[in-house]
């Protein structure tokens, strides 16, 4: 059973929160999304996607040259299929740069840099 007055205390897995606020006739509105990075892909086949599609990805990321544009709505999985594309074309040696408004996933500890493309932060070094 639950007792609502007793303290509790615990750990879990380190995840991220990512916060929107915005006002309303009625007041202001707040969703909370819980960006959990053991759900994360570790390669293109991670993803889901049809076999076609993911075969076009791994021939776009072999590519020498080029820009891959990810595009979609609010919660479509841009950041996961980014993260899963990048996750399995890196190695030691090379380096991988993104433009994120705002950076979804910290990346650093593979190599990654991102960049915040929003021009409230045009003056900040990357992370």
């Known amino acids: 059973s639950f007792r609502a007055r007793l303290a509790r205390d615990g750990q879990t897995a380190t995840v991220d929160f990512r916060i ?64 899963g594309a990048l996750k399995s074309v890196y190695q030691p040696g090379i380096k991988i740069l993104t433009a994120e408004n705002p950076i979804a996933r910290s990346t650093n500890a593979w190599g990654t840099r991102s960049r915040s493309t929003s021009a409230r932060s045009s003056g900040t070094t990357p992370t």
């Not at 570790?42 to 599609?53: H, I, T």
């Open 20 to 83: 929107s606020i915005i006002p309303s006739y009625y007041g202001e509105r707040a969703v909370i999304r819980i960006l959990d990075p053991r759900g994360l892909p570790q390669s293109v086949e991670g993803l889901g996607l049809r076999e076609s599609v993911a075969a076009k990805l791994r021939q776009l990321l072999r590519s020498s040259t080029g820009i891959i544009l990810v595009t979609g709505p609010t919660g479509s999985g841009k950041s996961t299929t980014l993260f």
